[in-house]
């Protein structure tokens, strides 16, 4: 492996030296709307840390999902049972539910299990994705006590009108991304559409049954397939309406632990169709933004278990179905006002009604729940700005402490783009419906957890001449979350959710960013490290005497690094992330199976574009998992390993 | 502070190079298994992990020395026992360990600990009971069959039909008994013990007992005890039975008093005259009496929840706790006065003990 590394860097070195440099792009040129650029400032001398995903990072993935670009290019850690199958994202240390993840600022996680699955995201569906750590996501969203991902439907300047990608992959991997924009000045229409499929049989070493053999993965094929469709339309110079879908149909077979000794006559899938429907309008006027945003989102998410005896495969012994229906309402009004001497004003209400239909809850169950929110900022020249915000809940006819922020950011030099940010909050996230009405277990006494974190960064960046730009970053935070729910056993048996946690999260998160061009020569490199402490507290955890001990499948360590380099119409980009060891149970890690081992992968993809007239071709060449790790992001679920993919672009200008 | 191009082009480079080497060197090994010496004096408490974890394992005592070894099966044969792993039972040779959710049962030996052998193609086991030297019979949760097996090969011989689903297995002359604990996957009711000729591998008989029969032992008078919980959802009193297994009858039927009560865990002494049972505290009683006991024996502490209770041959009770289900379970030997010998640390989720001696 060692040697195969050294010759690769040493030919991506050779190759970044011989070329010659020019100049011609600039990067993360992002097009909005006027009115987003009023209301969407992520500026360096915020007071809150929030990040754009790399636009170049999302359009090397665009054929994939939500999971894999995090992963890769984010220090927010997702725990992936596999290829296609479920991921769940978390911020610093805490738990999927305390991450939420907004579509056009309305939330799309379950309000059932309270997360997102973010291997049924194709990136081709937004336009851009801002992570919000920590305090930050106030402003859009309650409950994130790790952080919130917004995702954006629009276009951008440098978008196409027509794209089509169609890939090809190992294990009958196929996807198929489409977008199309059309209109005019005044009307406009956006329209992607995602196919993916695979078998997803790759063959992994079963070291988990004796003797061990190599086998091919049974039972874990995907079939996704969706559109989003947005329409807009400008009334006049100051009002605008939009009116977006987002439907999409997916079936995931469910592999079995590697230790299981009898595939044949076992069945596990899952079938969703999700629409989400969102009707924005907004106003605009020197200095007022109005926007007020109705939704619709619907889900259904229907899972099978069956199993046969292994004398008859007709002869069913387990059989579980489960149908669970989610009806969602959402109405979300803002309003901001610019004053004078830079204060700006915002508010704002949001209503939100959840109705669940499941055959796991005695009857049909709902939850209203309305919030308020305000916002004062203010800025004193470009040395110092500060934000205040407050956030007040009444759900189900009982009102929720408020959730207050506080921030600050500090210029301290005219000359130099260094940024010093502080900031703290409190925060409350409800609890998942199905910890308070799963039968049985389901706990209807259940308060909301509640956060307080601190926040820390400083932000440098340097321009240099020509077009080369640096940035680093580095941020600290301390969080602490109370009552955080945990499923425990009863005296009867089954499993009850209770409040019982007291999580201590901490940590380092440092970015450093280079990008530049010369010529025809055009490069970026990416480096991101995190250090995550997350510790249960609790009462209980220093009876056990696990207090102290990180929890389960958090690394403490964790990492990536993304180069591109472009030459002419080549293009070349490596990406390897770190996640480090993490223990799989509460007790000591002297014990092999209680740690799951660190493990690296690397990426690479060699591409090369052809452009007639306005027409573009591309075609792309990518390994995944190049020194072909063989490792578990889960306990005894297997990971592919070395898998190639060829890509074929069409893009029309 | 200016920073030429050709400068940074050396700093992007050195800081590409370094940073991708660190990263990729990343990759770490296992931590190596230390190793476990031979069987001595040997209990072992089979701990079922998690259900669709994978994190089920085996630990072993030696009931002398007091010393404690964790993970042995892994650690001796390098793969983990696999998911829910249910029971453990013994021969001369050999240790079977029946892991449920990986639908597997292991042969390993039982001095060495080693991989020997196993039986697949089975649908839920859940015990395995010796019937002479070559054959063993699997009870099984979901299928209504018994399975009859070679023990030197495992293989599988036949399947014996009792038309519900089995789970405990006990051996009293030509006959085997074994209980229908579970109502899934059955129309009838879960409240019988059937026997099946050990003879010609059949069954041929039944006995209504309680709802629920999730276990039971022979006495010193080969009178059989059985005890039911009385239903998943308590459907009703849980009960003890004593029954005669040469004519079927049935000499004693005990009810308890509180029906959210769920008694498990019935095993006797070596001597066959007193029984113990879990009912949150430890219960003991003679076979003699025909009453059950009123107070317990020994008394769960506040942070306890016993899980299964195994009697060694020299009558001390162990009692395992399975803490709060995600962390390693402990468990609690008494002498048979009732007085705590040794504690000892568990994998999680301790679910059953065996004593090898």
Known sequence: MTISLKYITCTFLFWILVQEVGAQMIFDTLYLDETEIISRKYERNAPTKTEEIDTLVKSELNHLSLADLLSAHTPVFVKDYGKGSLATASFRGTAASHTKVLWNDIEINSPMLGQVDLSLVPNNFYSHAILNYGGSSLENTSGALGGAINLFSGKRRSDEKLSFIQTFGSYKTFSSSLNMNLGSRKFKSLTSAHLTSSDNSYSFYNNAVIPPEWQEQKNASYFNRGFTQSFAYRLSAFHEMEIVTWNQWNFREIPPVMSSQNHDNHKEEQTSFTSRNILKWKFHKKNTLLNVKTAWFYENLDYLLVTATSVDPEDTVTFIHSVNKTNSGFVKARIMQVLAREWTVSGGVDMTFHRVNSNNYEGLKSRNNYGLFLKIAKSFSDFLNMELMFRQQFVDNVFTPPAPFAGVSIKPFRTHDLYLRFNANYNYNLPGLNDLYWYPGGNEDLKPEYGIQYEGGITYVKRFSGLIGLTVELSGYDSYINDWIQWVPTDYRYWTARNIAFVHARGLEALGQLYGQKDDVIYKFIIRYSFTKSTNESNEAKEGGYAGRQLIYVPLHSGNIFAFLSYRKFEFTWNTQLTGKRNTSLNDASLYSNVLPAFSLSSISVGKSFDIHKISLEAKFRVNNLFNVSYQAMLWRPMPGRNYELFISFKWK | ?357
């Not at chain 2, 992990?49 to 001796?76: C, K």
């Not at chain 2, 003879?199 to 005890?225: A, F, T």
Request: net charge negative; proline share 4%; with cysteine.
């Open chain 2, 1 to 357: 502070m200016k920073m030429t191009c050709k400068k940074l082009y050396k700093h992007s480079v050195f800081l590409l190079t370094a940073a991708i080497l660190f990263f990729s060197s990343c990759q770490k090994d296992p931590e190596p298994a230390p190793p476990v010496g031979e069987f001595e004096n040997a209990v072992f408490v089979v701990n079922e992990g998690n259900f669709t974890a994978g994190n089920a394992s085996l630990t072993y005592y030696n009931y002398n020395t007091g010393e404690v070894s964790q993970q042995v099966f892994y650690r001796i044969n390098g793969a983990p026992l696999g998911d829910v792993a249910n029971s453990i039972t013994f021969d001369e040779n050999s240790i079977y360990v029946v892991v449920n959710n990986s639908h597997v049962v292991y042969k390993i030996d039982a001095v060495t600990g080693k991989y020997q052998a196993k039986t697949t193609g089975l649908t839920s086991p859940r015990h395995l009971l010796k019937i002479d030297n070559q054959r063993a019979l699997i009870s099984d949760l979901y299928e209504k069959n018994l399975t009859l097996i070679n023990t030197e090969n495992m293989e599988i011989i036949s399947r014996v039909p009792l038309g519900r689903t089995s789970e405990n297995l006990l051996n009293y002359g030509n006959k085997v008994f074994a209980t229908n604990w579970s109502a899934f996957q059955q129309d009838k009711l879960n409240n019988m013990v059937m026997v099946i000729d050990t003879n010609n591998i059949q069954m041929v008989d039944s006995i209504q007992v309680g709802i629920e029969p999730n276990s039971m032992v022979l006495d010193k008078d080969n009178y059989l005890w059985v005890l039911c919980s009385g239903g998943f959802l308590n459907e009703e009193l849980p009960s003890l039975w004593k029954i005669d297994p040469d004519n079927k009858n049935v000499l004693l039927h005990m009810e308890f008093p509180d029906i959210n009560s769920s008694p498990n865990s019935l095993d006797i002494n070596k001597t066959g005259d007193t029984l113990y049972y879990l009912n949150k505290n430890i219960y003991r009683m003679a076979v003699s009496t025909d009453q059950l006991p009123d107070n317990y024996f020994i008394r769960a502490g506040g942070n306890d929840s016993f899980y299964t209770l195994g009697v060694s041959p020299e009558s001390h009770i162990y009692v395992t706790d399975a803490n709060d289900y995600t962390r390693n379970g402990v468990v609690n030997r008494y002498n048979p006065n009732g007085v705590l010998v040794q504690k000892f640390e568990t994998g999680i989720v301790p679910g059953d003990i065996g004593f090898m001696y």
